[in-house]
């Protein structure tokens, strides 16, 4: 029993970007978990979060943009705080499959992703 290893992987009060992290909203908290598979050269569309997420890359190494053309590289076992409300992409540059599984703290109420 004594032999479990635990590692604290992410601590933070701001998104990957830098920006402080939003209040949470009032009402009952909801959790969704998303997991989701890129294979490489695929994107996703422009979009943006109204809500706090978080994740962990699986496999592969996928790399974040905002609409401002920051980037952020993110590689297996390494933890990432999405951006709220800023417009973002993500993208497999690599040659295999990304797994990335996120996190999102909802009121219940809220979409967790909108294109834009």
């Known amino acids: 029993m004594g032999n479990v290893k635990k590692t604290e992987l992410l601590r933070e009060r701001t998104s990957w970007d ?5 209040d949470y909203p009032s ?3 909801e959790i969704v978990c998303v997991r989701h598979e890129f294979p490489a050269g695929e994107r996703l569309p422009l979009h943006h979060h109204p ?3 978080f994740g962990l890359v699986e496999k592969g190494e996928l790399t ?3 609409v401002e053309g920051r ?6 076992g390494e933890p990432l705080v999405e951006m709220v409300d800023t417009v973002h992409y993500g993208e497999n540059r690599g040659t295999e499959t990304v797994i990335l599984t996120m996190f999102y ?3 219940g ?3 967790v992703s909108i294109a834009d």
Request: charge should be positive; charged fraction near 20%.
């Open 71 to 76: 980037e952020k590289v993110i590689k297996a």
């Open 109 to 111: 109420v809220e979409p």
């Open 27 to 29: 009402g009952k908290p």
């Open 18 to 22: 830098g920006a402080v992290l939003p």
């Open 105 to 107: 703290l909802t009121s």
């Open 51 to 53: 809500v706090i997420n």
């Open 64 to 66: 974040v943009i905002s």
